[in-house]
């Protein structure tokens, strides 16, 4: 059974639509997270949210939201997408979550493009 | 401000030979972790060292930590060329007034190994 996974898997679109990327996590995990992986291999932590908390990235625009129907998923929401919104982007999840900093599951990524 | 380096940024060895990779943070930690990414992939947890640890094993995995240089090394012995991947370090930002953001990520290493 896949642990984290992500729809869909490559997302092509054009700019100014709003899309969604759905994650869900089947560890039982009470902590989730986006990350967005740029054509420099870079990762950029974007979100961390357990059923208490949302934490945001400062740098991340308000286009960006993440919805959590439950503690198992984790939804990202792109409003009006742009040209440097593609990347790949990653869910996460882990027990606990905060300081402890516990190991990270990653999903399988989704490529967006922007076109 | 992106908190770990990676060093060097890209490792080509010969199978059967040892790679070592470093990474340098800038503040506090609770632990330090690495990751291994495969082409197309998400990113595997490999091991986790905490801060009031020096050295740690796993299978072909040797990590060691330096809080006081903010330092750390992952040394894989008798690579394979399954070990083709690029490696990150990442570490959790503590907040002074408490809490903590997903993991951040160095640029990583790019490993490759030669049959």
């Known amino acids: 059974d896949t642990a984290v996974s992500q729809t869909p898997k490559y997302l092509v679109t054009q700019m100014g639509n709003d899309k969604s990327i759905k994650c869900e996590q089947n560890?039982?995990?009470?902590?989730m997270y986006w990350y967005k992986q740029d054509s420099k291999k870079f990762l950029k932590i974007m979100f961390s949210y357990n059923n208490k908390e949302l934490i945001i990235n400062e740098t991340v625009p308000n286009r960006f939201s993440p919805k959590s129907p439950d503690k198992a998923h984790l939804n990202l929401h792109i409003n009006s997408l742009e040209l440097g919104d593609s990347a790949v982007y990653f869910c996460?999840?882990?027990?606990?979550?905060?300081?402890?900093?516990?190991?990270?599951?990653f999903g399988p990524g989704t490529r967006l493009t922007v076109l | 401000s992106q908190q770990g380096e990676e060093d060097p940024q890209a490792l080509s060895i010969q199978e059967g030979e040892n790679a070592t990779m470093n990474c340098s943070y800038k503040?506090?930690?609770?632990?330090l972790q690495w990751y291994r990414q495969n082409s197309g992939r998400g990113l595997v947890h490999l091991i986790l060292?905490?801060?009031?640890?020096r050295e740690k094993h796993s299978g072909r995995l040797r990590v060691t930590l330096d809080t006081s240089k903010k330092s750390s090394s992952l040394l894989i012995t008798a690579s394979r060329a399954a070990d083709t991947a690029s490696y990150f370090c990442?570490?959790?930002?503590?907040?002074?007034?408490?809490?903590?953001?997903?993991?951040?990520f160095g640029k990583g290493t790019h490993l490759i190994i030669q049959p």
């Open positions: 060292i905490r801060s009031n640890e």
């Open positions: 560890l039982g995990h009470d902590t």
């Open positions: 996460a999840s882990s027990q606990l979550g905060g300081t402890s900093a516990p190991p990270q599951y």
């Open positions: 990442a570490t959790v930002t503590l907040y002074s007034g408490g809490g903590a953001d997903g993991l951040t």
């Open positions: 503040t506090s930690i609770n632990n």
